[in-house]
């Protein structure tokens, strides 16, 4: 199971799959090459200016760049070596920050941090739901936080790529021991050029 996704995402960090899009571009659907404007938008909700951030499935590092340039110390990890070695590539010169190839299930690091940061990646692995916000909370200080951009399960069907659609019922209940919700609305979850952005979440926990 685990090698079969980690061959997936090394095919679609290597460009080897295809995804329908308006312009046959190969562009990677989420990887918009600019950070998450509502990532920004909520760090400033919360008045979240340092800390130490963990940044599960970090893809090429978007937003990685963004933590980084703002001072916070940043660990990202991702089960595609590709995806980690082209962040490295970009992203090498920024003292804060540490990469590891690694499953979140099992590779999570023994560090402890203030904020865990999601995009995309609880929404395209369901079957960790149910556990892993358990082992979130055994890494977060004292008051420490989640934001998840994810995808919306009311999100219109379209013809062109488009991320699949979390089952928000099921994360809550799954969190709910763990984490007190502080955020949760409607958001778009913007998609690369060549495709249609859909409705998202946006989600932000506290650790109780």
């Known amino acids: 199971m685990i090698e079969d996704k980690i061959n997936f995402w090394e095919k679609e960090y290597n460009n080897l799959n295809n ?26 909700i919360f008045n ?73 990646c609880l929404h395209g692995n369901p079957e960790l739901i149910k556990n892993i916000f358990k082992k979130f909370y055994n890494i977060l200080n004292n008051q420490g936080k989640i934001i998840i951009i994810s995808s919306n399960s009311n999100s219109q069907e379209t013809k062109y790529a488009s991320p699949p659609k979390l089952n928000l019922i099921d994360l809550i209940l799954s969190c709910n021991e763990y984490f007190k919700i502080k955020l949760l609305k409607e958001i778009t979850f913007e998609l690369s050029e060549g495709y249609q952005s859909v409705l998202g979440y946006l989600i932000v926990l506290e650790k109780k």
Not at 19 to 43: A, F, G, Q, V, Y
Not at 62 to 85: E, R, W
Not at 87 to 104: P, Q, R
């Open 19 to 44: 995804h329908i899009s308006m312009n046959n571009t190969n562009n990677l659907p989420w990887d918009i090459n600019k950070h998450d404007k509502n990532l920004e938008d909520t760090l400033n």
């Open 48 to 120: 979240i200016k340092k800390g130490n951030v963990l940044e599960i499935g970090c893809g090429t590092g978007n937003d990685i760049n963004f933590f980084c340039k703002n001072s916070f110390n940043v660990t990202g990890i991702d089960i595609s070596k590709t995806a980690i070695q082209k962040t490295y590539e970009k992203y090498k010169f920024f003292k804060n920050l540490k990469l590891i190839v690694g499953d979140i299930n099992n590779d999570l690091p023994n560090d402890k941090f203030d904020l865990i940061y999601d995009r995309g």
